[in-house]
């Protein structure tokens, strides 16, 4: 299964991208995997909190760099993951969080590409790169069919006319 074609778009402050984020939360029905990828700093954590506010979560979300895991209630669990500091232990990923992974929820994956096999063959990837202070270029990539819905519902609510 070939990645399906992204979305492209420029980020012009944090605030966009929390909104970026938002749109992405409201656009899920559960299930979901969502792997955010880019450097430090680049906002994976800001468009994670925007999904939360999406998905009704009224608790204050930060990283997980620490702890690996943060759960959160609202219209769908919210568990976001930091797999950074995975890199190279002999943990296992998809055994340790697995169960997270349900209809009631979506899971949010930061550093995902630290534990990939968590990730199976379908997902969302959303891709952030640094242009300047302020400024990210973001791409969003489906990984499978019910991915693609997602994108088609996150356009809906994104890119209104």
């Known amino acids: 299964m070939n990645l399906k074609s992204p979305i492209d778009f420029i980020s012009q402050s944090p605030a966009q ?5 938002e749109h992405l939360g409201a656009a899920c029905q559960g299930g979901e995997v969502v792997w955010l990828s880019g450097d430090l700093g680049a ?5 994670a909190q925007g999904m939360a506010r999406g998905l009704g979560v009224e608790a204050e979300v930060n990283s997980p760099t620490f702890t690996v895991l943060k759960e959160y209630a609202g219209r769908l669990d919210f ?7 995975l890199d190279g232990q002999a943990r ?3 055994a340790e969080f697995s ?7 979506v899971c949010v994956v930061e550093w995902g590409e630290h534990g990939r096999d968590f990730l199976e063959d379908s997902y969302l990837k959303v891709s952030l790169r640094l242009i300047s202070a302020t400024k990210r270029s973001i791409q969003i990539m489906a990984r499978g069919d019910a991915y693609d819905e997602m994108l088609r519902r996150f356009r809906a609510l994104a890119f209104r006319a």
Request: aromatic fraction near 18%; hydrophobic fraction near 35%; charged fraction near 30%.
């Open 17 to 21: 991208t929390a909104l970026a984020g």
């Open 43 to 47: 906002g994976k954590t800001v468009l």
């Open 79 to 85: 568990n976001h993951f930091d797999f950074y500091r």
């Open 92 to 94: 296992d990923p998809w």
């Open 99 to 105: 169960d997270y992974r349900r209809p009631d929820a």
